[in-house]
């Protein structure tokens, strides 16, 4: 497939077919529904499933029973939707099934707007349902990353029969750039067999079950245990992030998606008026990259953390600090989105204290 212009919902859904999803189960809901009309057209050329469900409670219930059967599925939204879903994506961890999850953020709280927003990643990363459990989350800032991520994703789920969640917001989804297909790494798309599968009985002696509910306190908490060892696993392995000017830089920004596009642009606007600027970019926002500022505590005056939301991954920026240097805040809602110039201003003010 040659290099194409297309938006990043669509890029979202070609990356998903390549790498062997054949089904995908959603609602409509703005500003993600480029995906839904993608798929519906995709799906029969390439022999998979198109559904639009009645409600997202019945869409990630068809995604457990489907990665539960062995099928690599994707189900998409945006912020309001994903909430409806918190039940079942915790069902579909507890049962240890793989899936594709990806969110296209917009405003909020209750029906918010349809414009762009970062204000769900608490519920991404801090496991938005009941019980204990985390989703693995990847958040790309090109057009060119949400094919490569998304490709990544299903890999990762498969390894860790784990949901992983694609973390993008409206102006990501919406925006168009070219996107070379060829450049993915074919060997990530090979679909590993799954012995735990619920593909009927064949020659096994006994069946496969795939189910969340335990009343057993003994057994229910060892599931637990062994469900976290995979995480241990995934926060040692699965760890990405983005450096970008910062072996002398005084201030880092810190800043993941889109905003770290706009971050980029202020490391040039500062670098004309003296001031070192760098960028930690996290990809991966669970598991939180900590290396960066370990890397970077002993020279930097300190971090300012930008986002579209009003101080969510600031926490954990705080935490990965551990209290050696500053952390600052900086961030727009109700989908504005932080200027270039307003954050050097930022910047600027920082610099200024003694």
Not at 194 to 205: D, E, F, L, Q, S
Request: net charge neutral; proline share 5%.
């Amino acid at each position: 497939m040659a290099k194409v212009l297309m938006k990043g919902n669509e890029a979202l859904a070609e990356a998903a077919i390549q790498a062997g999803c054949r089904h995908y189960f959603g609602y409509p809901i703005t500003p993600q529904n480029e995906v839904t009309a993608y798929m519906a057209k995709r799906m029969p050329e390439v022999g998979g499933v198109f559904l639009q469900a009645e409600s997202e409670v019945s869409a990630i219930n068809m995604v457990y029973g489907a990665g539960g059967a062995g099928a690599r599925v994707l189900i998409t939204s945006s912020s309001p939707g994903i909430s409806l879903m918190q039940e079942g994506i915790s069902y579909i961890a507890g049962a240890e099934v793989p899936c594709v999850i990806a969110n296209i953020m917009r405003g909020g709280p209750g029906l918010g707007g349809i414009q762009p927003s970062q204000s769900d990643y608490f519920q991404a990363t801090k496991g938005g349902g009941h019980g204990d459990y985390k989703l693995i989350v990847l958040a790309p800032s090109t057009i060119q990353e949400m094919a490569e991520l998304v490709q990544q994703a299903f890999h990762i789920a498969d390894k860790y029969r784990n949901p992983v969640m694609i973390l993008g917001d409206g102006m990501l989804g919406q925006m168009m750039e070219p996107v070379d297909f060829d450049m993915l790494k074919k060997e990530e798309n090979k679909i590993e067999e799954k012995p735990w599968a619920t593909t009927g009985m064949g020659m096994r002696n006994k069946r496969n079950i795939i189910n969340s509910l335990e009343l057993d306190p003994q057994i229910l908490e060892k599931h637990n245990i062994e469900i976290f060892k995979k995480y241990e696993k995934a926060a040692k392995e699965e760890v990405r992030y983005e450096m970008t000017n910062c072996e002398e830089a005084e201030i880092i920004l810190v800043a993941y998606g889109t905003i770290a596009r706009v971050a980029k642009n202020v490391i040039e606007l500062a670098k004309r008026e003296n001031i070192k600027v760098g960028l930690i970019r996290p990809i991966s926002l669970w598991p939180f990259p900590e290396e960066p500022f370990k890397k970077t505590k002993d020279h930097v005056k300190a971090y300012l953390t930008i986002e579209m939301s009003m101080g969510q991954m600031v926490e954990d920026v705080k935490l990965a600090v551990n209290g050696q240097k500053e952390v600052h805040f900086y961030g727009r809602v109700g989908g504005m989105v932080p200027e270039p110039m307003a954050i050097l201003e930022e910047i600027k003010k920082i610099r200024g204290k003694k």
